[in-house]
């Protein structure tokens, strides 16, 4: 595996490419991506939470009202909000959304996190915005007489924290990141991890806009991301709506592009990362692994410290969500295989830290990956008590 530490030595470079000449033009381009992939709606629309419908992109742009948590979880459970880091978001909101109905929040918070059981962003921000509203109550005290609904803007003013965060995050996950990007690179990234994932620019997709910024990225190649094509209907919208030129490639031609030399670094996010480094993200990510290492180009990891999960210890330890066999025997519906077949539908895999070159957070690059550099990761100070660290974590 290709090590990052000369590529690292260029950030303190002002001057972003040594090819420079299409560098200016690159930056020139790139738009700003707002995408509104959740909202809370307070009264009389609400209390409810909106989402953009991830499942009818890129054809139509629609949104799904979702006024009780059942709405909410089947919407999560279909994937028309979805990625890690939104996850959170949505999952905080939800328990917000319970709160807010007078429904019982506790019951809210553990369906929520049943919904999805890979992407540790979903338990977690559901538990935050369910401590805050048991410390609203604790604090306004038994005798209150509106005790819940000040329990309930405890649980809102949690979500709207956590997603306040998330945008900070996906800023620093981008500035910190930037180091790791050569001049004129040739980025592969898998699923999608951008805006449509975060209350910000995303993780993967935020270092990749930062890159396009800094006239650094010669070309995106975008694994379509089967069987449901997150990579193919989702980062090409995002890609286009930022006016990054960008390339789709089928799953099964990522080893070619790589034999032909086309790919100086993967970027992708991460749904779980165990205390071990080990990383559960979208199916296809530990083939893209393997094959990066085969081929000596640097695999980067970006995500948020939310999805660092001390509690898993290793990769045998994460449990991955199996889908329904259609989503693979059916394509846009249709079946593509004889009725009756059945199909393998992991919709993750875990790569273990040996294979990545490094983690991006928004506390600074662990490089190498392992239950140490991550240690000393997650002992840092938070982002938030000050400017983005920049840690660079040795052995
Ligand atoms: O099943 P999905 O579409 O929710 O899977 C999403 C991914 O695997 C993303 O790569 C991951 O959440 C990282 S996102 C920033």
Redesign the pocket.
């Known amino acids: 595996m290709r090590r990052l530490a000369p590529i690292l030595a260029l950030r303190a470079r002002s001057a972003p490419s040594s090819r420079g000449s299409r560098a200016g033009a690159f930056r020139r381009h790139t738009r700003d991506v707002d995408i509104p992939a959740l909202s809370w709606l307070d009264p009389p629309r609400g209390p409810a939470v909106e989402l953009l419908d991830q499942t009818r992109l890129p054809a139509q742009e629609a949104t799904v009202t979702c006024t009780d948590v059942p709405a909410l979880v089947d919407a999560i459970r279909r994937?028309v909000v979805?990625?890690?880091?939104l996850?959170g978001v949505a999952g905080a909101f939800g328990v917000a959304l319970a709160a807010s109905r007078g429904d019982d929040v506790a019951q809210a918070a553990a369906a929520i996190e049943a919904a999805r059981p890979t992407?540790v962003n979903l338990g977690w921000g559901a538990r935050r915005a369910l401590a805050a509203y048991r410390r609203a109550s604790q604090a306004a005290g038994e005798g209150h007489e509106d005790l819940k609904r000040v329990a309930a803007r405890g649980a809102l003013a949690e979500a709207r924290l956590i997603a306040a965060e998330d945008a900070a995050a996906s800023a620093a996950m981008a500035a910190n990141g930037l180091g790791l990007i050569p001049p004129d690179a040739r980025v592969l990234t898998?699923?999608?991890?951008g805006g449509l994932?975060?209350a910000g620019d995303?993780?993967?997709f935020a270092v990749i806009l930062a890159a396009h910024r800094a006239g650094r990225l010669a070309m995106l190649w975008v694994d379509e991301t089967r069987p449901?094509l997150?990579g193919a209907r989702l980062t090409a919208y995002e890609a286009r709506r930022a006016g990054i030129a960008h390339t789709v490639l089928a799953d099964s031609a990522a080893a070619s592009l790589f034999a032909a030399g086309e790919v100086d670094v993967v970027l992708?996010?991460?749904?779980r990362i165990a205390a071990d480094g080990s990383v559960a993200?979208?199916v296809g990510t530990y083939g893209l692994a393997v094959l990066a290492s085969y081929h000596q180009v640097p695999f980067v990891v970006v995500?948020p410290m939310s999805t660092i999960d001390p509690d898993t210890p290793d990769g045998a330890a994460i449990i991955v969500e199996h889908r329904p066999a259609e989503e693979v025997t059916c394509i846009a519906g249709q079946p593509a295989a004889p009725g009756g077949t059945s199909a393998y539908n992991p919709?993750?895999d875990v790569t273990p830290a040996g294979l990545l070159t490094a983690i991006v957070t928004e506390r600074g690059v662990a490089q190498p990956v392992n239950a140490g550099t991550l240690r000393v990761l997650s002992a840092g100070s938070s982002f938030a008590g000050g400017p983005p660290a920049d840690v660079y974590v040795e052995r």
């Not at 898998?190 to 991890?193: A, D, I, V």
Request: glycine letters at 12%.
């Open positions: 994937l979805r990625g890690a880091p996850l992407a898998h699923c999608n991890t994932v975060s995303g993780t993967a449901l997150q992708t996010g991460a749904d993200n979208k995500a919709a993750f």
